[in-house]
């Protein structure tokens, strides 16, 4: 019936054969075939579904493209001191001589992408940048997910009360546009910083992780494996953390690598509104896109190269997410 | 225990409402004397699905079978053994990528593999219909049952709207859904399962075709459902002579229902024969096995069932051996040698090195 | 009626409504899908009970309640002594030791990201039978050895078997913690036809090895009438007939368990082509409006002008000589019916509207014989 292989392992199905043609022509009439009553299970250990996820994974282009992107990214980003050429925090003499109201200087020996607006070198900077982009979107994407998690928990955990208090909180939230809810969360805080950006696109992010969270939750909770880890007298602790949130975080880890992607997209943003970090002295992305498009009509490099890092990151993290979803999903297994 | 049992008490003897001896179903089988030429010539049909980054498989390793006009033909077999997949390539719904579909289906003189999907379109429904086993997902959820049925009478009888409704609701009646004037305008999600699957009856046989196919229809409802529509199946067989192929599991549905019965194994027939001639001495072990398997209604109590030991996962290749050989209970070396031939002789197909003995 | 002494399980009017809630802020009741509505019940020791009938009749709802799965609305499950319906949190988990239970789908019934070896060990930490996985080795071996697994079979995962294989896990986890009483709920409907004769087997060898005492849940009656001892019939949550399992095939008595065992296929055309059968006509009525009086009346051939549609009848041994000890049914007609003073009819079908408020789910009550799905 089903148009799959019935069994999907060759070798073993050869390593069979081979026994069997070593016994043939023994001179015995009667094949020695037979199977245990059970069927054969095979000697071999176990493969859970993590790894047969990562050994399709493996071999998945997409996969590979999404994460040779994402790991030149993070080395760019931990070893961005040494590589950059030049500070990027120094106003360079040799450019800041062509420097006038009227000219940014472009490309110039040891200068590749020239200067930025104050003289400092572009290149170094976007090497720079690297690091507190990360920064922004791994921690922003921790946080939200932890939140989510515990929210998420709560809810699917428990049921009841405080399933609808925590779906009405999520729901309030979910019902404000989010860069709304950020930049009013960025506001609120006396000075801008680093970290008031992570914490207001983390903040965006909780219901969404919250909502996902819950949702496979509840559909653990009425699987079949919990009904009988109950009817086994587990407790209900261990039925939560060893049976229910590890079956339902398959979604949640894919669209966190997506979420990694938007909240970078979401600190240019803040950037861009002036709610980013206002100290120009660690270079990031989205900030540079946001000064930059004031000289945008003249000078577009400025904001294309910002621009196109952002871009290649997020499509890096987004090819990662969608065919590790793939790869978790129980359907396309077998 | 028994010891003042009436005799009308044994459900097997009672005595209401269905009606089907001896007699009646000698009628049906009208086309064993005629000699007719066959409806429906399957010959080597195999399927191969060929999915990114695996191997090929293949579902299909060359079936060929004949359907008579009027016969009903079984085929049996459990999950993976190709039989839904046989059904699927005639009808020419296969998926039309990542699969290849190759010998012949030749129905009435054309060869429908080599028809192109507009031509294959116009068959469908017209000359050949298709029962599926979820009646519920087979129906449109949002169009009234009533019009899925003028709709089909519309494309393929060319009849209007207007002429259509009356049949529609003849149909209905025909395959017993009460008050079939409201039940026009119910959606699918209205009825009841075994009043679905009644419906999409209906819409097959709104063509009248010659051949129906039957995709274990009745595996989704409850037992006595599953009588009301076998008995509904068996009744229009004998009353508009379409042949039917019965697609089941279910050796007790196809006991009661075939004329002929293939019992299929890990995409090839194993055997096949007249029903009573094969019930009676079942010559592959398979078909013998799975028959001892079977707990019986009306078998005594208290006796161990003889299982077949392991799964189909523990199959051979059948390019080698005899794909049964592991499970076998009577294999000779031979069987892990070489792939049987299926063998014809007297009216019976058997494809075994070592079969059972006669017991008669 | 039977000797109080060897009763494991005695179930006194264990009622299970489901609550049917609609409403855009505030969920209001509005209505309940009566699964179990009134089940008196007794399963003696070291016997099989099987239940049978068809999807929505509360077969699968009943053996949860006695499980206090699903916590029974009404009435008591008296279980070595002690009223499980009333045990609630610890009490209640630490006495599931006693009672496991046997799914329907083996592969949705094991996580899936537990190794067979951590699947099987769970229940035995859970009532401190072993500490580590190291100390219960020898017992899980012996475990899979009982279902006549390799020890290989300890570090794979679910997904690595065929679904026979599955199904013996299944079963040996419900063994691990020593039950007395094992509810298996359609043990073999979602296996293969020559995999479940194995299933069945084994449940059979186990339950003489450990000295189980089994209610087996099914639709199918073959299966049913091979394993069980004693075999109650359901219809819209309520027990329509009870006997043992000899006495109810070959004297079946309530209309609807002649109409059930007739309509049951048999593999033998010699058989199928002499029986007649009792065809019932129109469906089965939607349980959050079971028909008042008799719940088979809407469809019964033997329907009499009185009392049918007005009584509800009671489980009773009816006055007929020769009818074994302990076959009772809920009828009013039985031994008219039984001498022939009543005939059957004609019954027009009625239809059951399938989106009517609060009809079962279908989902949620599964249909119990899709073996095989393409």
């Given at each position: 019936m089903t148009p799959s292989p019935m069994d999907p392992r060759p070798s073993s199905k050869k390593d069979r054969i081979d026994a069997l043609a070593s016994t043939a022509?023994?001179?015995?009439?009667?094949?020695?075939v037979h199977v245990s009553a059970a069927g054969k299970v095979k000697d071999t250990g176990g493969v859970s579904l993590i790894a047969s996820a990562w050994a399709r994974l493996r071999r998945d282009p997409v996969f590979l493209l999404g994460a040779v992107i994402t790991i030149l990214f993070v080395v760019l980003a931990l070893l961005s001191p040494w590589i950059a050429?030049?500070?990027?925090t120094k106003r360079m003499p040799e450019l800041l001589k062509d420097l006038t109201p009227g000219n940014i200087p472009g490309a110039a020996p040891g200068f590749p992408l020239g200067s930025d607006e104050f003289g400092r070198d572009l290149l170094s900077r976007l090497i720079g940048g690297a690091r507190q982009t990360l920064i922004v979107g791994v921690f922003a994407t921790l946080f939200g997910l932890a939140g989510g998690i515990t929210l998420g928990t709560l809810a699917g955990a428990f049921g009841g009360w405080i399933d609808s208090l925590v779906m009405r909180i999520v729901d309030v939230m979910l019902s404000i546009p989010s860069l709304l809810l950020a930049v009013s969360i960025a506001a609120l805080a006396p000075e801008p910083s680093q970290w008031t950006v992570i914490i207001a696109i983390a903040t965006v992010q909780v219901p969404i992780f919250a909502r996902l969270l819950r949702g496979s939750m509840l559909a653990q909770r009425a699987s079949d494996h919990v009904l009988a880890a109950r009817a086994l007298g587990v407790t209900q602790g261990a039925i939560v953390f060893r049976h229910m949130l590890p079956n339902s975080l398959g979604p949640v880890i894919v669209q966190s690598t997506l979420v990694l992607a938007t909240s970078i997209l979401d600190a240019a943003a803040l950037s861009f509104l002036?709610?980013?970090?206002?100290?120009?002295?660690?270079?990031e992305w989205g900030a540079m896109l946001g000064t930059a498009t004031r000289y945008i009509q003249d000078y577009p490099h400025l904001a294309f190269y910002p621009a196109a890092c952002i871009i290649v990151v997020a499509l890096g993290f987004t090819l990662m997410g969608e065919s590790l979803r793939e790869a978790l999903d129980p359907k396309s297994r077998r | 225990m028994t010891t003042t049992t009436p005799r009308d008490t044994n459900p097997m003897d009672a005595t209401p409402t269905d009606t089907s001896n001896v007699a009646d179903r000698d009628k049906a089988r009208r086309w064993q004397q005629g000699?007719?030429?066959?409806l429906l010539k399957v010959r080597d049909l195999r399927v191969t699905f060929q999915r990114q980054g695996q191997e090929p498989f293949e579902a299909v390793q060359g079936v060929s079978f004949d359907v008579h006009p009027g016969q009903t033909v079984g085929l049996v077999g459990e999950s993976g053994c190709g039989k839904s997949v046989t059904s699927l390539a005639i009808m020419g719904?296969?998926?039309?990528?990542?699969n290849k579909v190759t010998g012949t289906v030749d129905y009435e003189g054309t060869?429908?593999?080599?028809?192109s999907d507009q031509q294959m379109r116009d068959k469908r429904g017209k000359d050949i219909a298709m029962v599926f086993q979820d009646p519920l997902s087979s129906l449109?959820?949002?169009?009234p049952i009533g019009l899925q049925v003028t709709e089909v009478l519309e494309r393929?009888?060319?009849?209007?709207r207007k002429a259509a409704t009356p049949v529609a609701r003849d149909l209905l009646d025909r395959v017993g859904i009460p008050d079939p004037d409201r039940r026009?305008?119910?959606?699918?999600?209205?009825?009841?399962g075994g009043m679905r699957q009644r419906a999409l009856i209906a819409i097959a046989l709104a063509c009248q075709p010659r051949l129906l196919i039957a995709d274990e229809?009745?595996?989704?409802?409850?037992v006595t459902i599953q009588a009301q529509i076998l008995a509904l199946l068996k009744e229009l067989v004998e009353d508009t002579g379409t042949a039917l192929v019965m697609i089941t599991h279910d050796l007790g549905v196809v006991a009661g229902l075939c004329d002929e019965v293939n019992v299929l194994y890990g995409g090839r027939i194993v055997e096949r024969g007249e029903r009573h001639d094969l019930f009676a001495q079942p010559r592959h072990p398979y078909t013998h096995g799975l028959l001892a398997s079977i707990p019986r209604l009306d078998a005594p109590r208290g006796q161990r069932l003889n299982p077949i030991p392991?799964?189909?996962?523990?199959n051979l290749p059948w390019t080698s051996a005899c794909a049964f050989a592991p499970r076998c209970s009577q294999p000779i070396e031979v069987c892990t040698q070489k792939m049987p031939e299926l063998v014809e002789q007297h009216q019976r197909a058997l494809r075994c090195f070592n079969p059972v003995e006669a017991n008669r | 009626m039977t000797d109080n002494t060897d009763v494991l399980v005695d179930a006194q009017g264990v009622k299970v409504h489901f609550p049917i809630r609609r409403g855009v802020i505030f969920d209001k009741t509005?209505?309940?899908?009566?699964?179990?509505?009134g089940v008196d019940l007794q399963i003696r020791r070291g016997e099989t009970y099987g239940l049978v009938g068809e999807s929505g009749c509360g077969k699968s709802t009943l053996g949860r309640a006695i499980l206090n799965?699903?916590?029974?609305?009404e009435g008591s499950v008296t279980f070595d002594g002690v009223d499980i319906a009333a045990l609630k949190g610890e009490a209640l988990r630490k006495k599931r030791q006693d009672i496991q239970m046997v799914f329907q789908d083996p592969l949705s019934s094991?996580?899936?990201?537990?190794?067979v070896e951590s699947l099987l060990f769970e229940g035995m930490k859970a009532h401190g039978l072993a500490k580590n996985a190291k100390e219960a080795r020898p017992r899980l071996v012996e475990l899979l050895n009982a279902v006549?697994?390799?020890?290989?079979?300890?570090?794979?995962?679910?997904?690595?078997?065929?679904g026979g294989q599955r199904q013996r896990i299944g079963i040996a986890r419900a063994l691990s913690v020593n039950p007395k009483l094992i509810v298996a709920d359609?043990?073999?409907?979602?296996?293969?036809v020559s995999v479940q004769a194995q299933v069945v087997n084994l449940l059979e060898d186990l339950q003489e090895e450990f000295g189980l005492t089994y209610l087996v849940v099914a639709h199918d009656l073959a299966v049913v009438r091979h394993i069980s001892d004693r075999i109650g019939v359901m219809y819209l949550g309520a027990i329509a007939e009870e006997a043992a399992a000899d006495d109810l095939y070959a004297t079946p008595l309530h209309p609807y368990t002649r109409a059930l065992m007739s309509a049951v296929p048999v593999p033998d055309p010699v058989v199928e082509d002499r029986r007649e059968q009792i065809l019932l006509t129109g469906d089965l009525p939607s349980p959050s409006r079971p028909p008042a009086g008799c719940r088979f009346h809407t469809r019964?051939?033997?329907?009499?002008?009185?009392?049918?549609?007005?009584e509800r009848p009671v489980l009773r041994i009816p006055e007929?000589?020769?009818?074994?000890?302990?076959?009772?049914v809920a009828c009013h007609w039985t031994e008219q019916i039984q001498s022939g003073e009543i005939q059957p009819h004609e019954v027009a079908p009625t239809i059951t509207?399938?989106?009517?408020?609060?009809?079962?789910d279908e989902s949620l009550m599964g249909p119990a014989s899709i073996s095989e799905a393409l």
């Open positions: 022509g023994t001179g015995t009439a009667v094949a020695d050429p030049n500070d990027p002036g709610l980013g970090n206002p100290d120009d002295r660690q270079p | 000699g007719s030429e066959p719904l296969l998926p039309a990528r990542g060869n429908l593999l080599d028809l449109n959820p949002v169009i393929h009888r060319g009849m209007s026009l305008k119910d959606y699918p999600h209205q009825l009841s229809p009745t595996t989704a409802l409850d392991g799964s189909v996962s523990d | 509005i209505g309940h899908v009566y699964a179990v509505d799965l699903e916590p029974p609305t094991l996580d899936p990201r537990q190794s006549g697994l390799p020890e290989a079979a300890l570090l794979k995962y679910p997904h690595e078997f065929s359609e043990p073999v409907s979602a296996l293969d019964c051939p033997w329907r009499q002008e009185t009392k049918c549609d007005t007929i000589p020769g009818v074994g000890e302990g076959h009772r509207d399938a989106s009517d408020l609060g009809a079962v």
